[in-house]
């Protein structure tokens, strides 16, 4: 059996009965999913994401697209999730409307932290990179064990910031997610590696789908599941930035 099958990703958007599901239908097609495929359209997806950002991130004036940008990102990524054969729409829309939102936010944290905006950027593809290599070398492998407990990470910390959401309509919430204590800095590092470590299990996922053969479509599916964790190790990265500037 392939060593992925068995395997799991904590990437709503990259689980694999994806592949599996897609596989259906696709008999007699010709093109196949590739790594270079997706790495060619995981580029032009990022570019289209930073030109968007640059738009609200230059003129505060427009952060009410940032709004927009959320709302249309929403309803691209669970077309994208539902209806994988129509990525190669849905997910250059989803990367526009969400650079509108990274612009906004990126902006409010640069207006309070000179220079916080770039630092996370370089952490972001830095850590992308270097876990990159890491993958390709062997140096981390993501075996079923490394995946369940990511997985299991990954759960919880979206059912904490689930909580924190709730509890804000009382006017409350967690405190150690907000807070820039000792305690709030260690949560924020801890989150940050675990969406680092996300990009593992996204890596192996990718490589199952070109190892299995899966339509050419998959590949605009797979770099939708990259976007998806390398924004949210962007955000976490500049959440744990900013608590630690303001203890400065």
């Known amino acids: 059996m392939n060593r992925h099958l068995s395997m799991r990703t904590a990437n709503p958007a990259l689980q694999s009965d994806t592949f599996k599901k897609s596989m259906t239908g696709s008999m007699g097609t010709s093109e196949v999913m590739t790594i270079n495929g997706v790495v060619n359209k995981t580029g032009l ?6 030109i968007s950002a640059s738009v609200t991130w230059s003129d505060p004036t427009l952060s009410g697209l940032a709004m927009l940008g959320f709302v249309v990102g929403l309803v691209a990524a669970i077309a994208t999730i ?7 729409v849905t997910v250059p829309v989803y990367a526009i409307s969400q650079g509108l939102v990274l612009g906004a936010i990126s902006r409010v944290f640069e207006m309070q932290y000179p220079g916080i905006a770039v630092q996370a950027i370089f952490l972001t593809f830095g850590t992308l990179g270097s876990l ?3 993958y390709m070398s062997g140096l981390i492998k993501a075996t079923e064990n490394f995946k369940l407990g990511v997985f299991a990470a990954t759960g919880a910390i979206g059912v904490l910031y689930l909580i924190n959401f709730v509890m804000s309509f009382f006017g409350t919430g967690i405190g150690v997610i907000h807070s820039s204590s000792p305690m709030g800095i260690l949560f924020s590092l801890g989150v940050v590696v675990i969406a680092a470590l996300n990009l593992v299990l ?23 599941g990259l976007l998806v964790t390398l924004i949210w190790l962007y955000i976490e990265i500049l959440r744990l930035l900013s608590k630690l500037n303001s203890r400065r």
Not at 45 to 50: D, G, S, W
């Open 45 to 50: 997806a990022l570019l289209l994401l930073i």
């Open 132 to 134: 990159l290599l890491a």
């Open 82 to 88: 539902f209806k994988p054969t129509i990525a190669n």
């Open 202 to 224: 996204d890596f192996d996922f990718i490589e199952e789908g070109a190892e299995i053969g899966a339509p050419k479509y998959m590949e605009w599916y797979a770099t939708f």
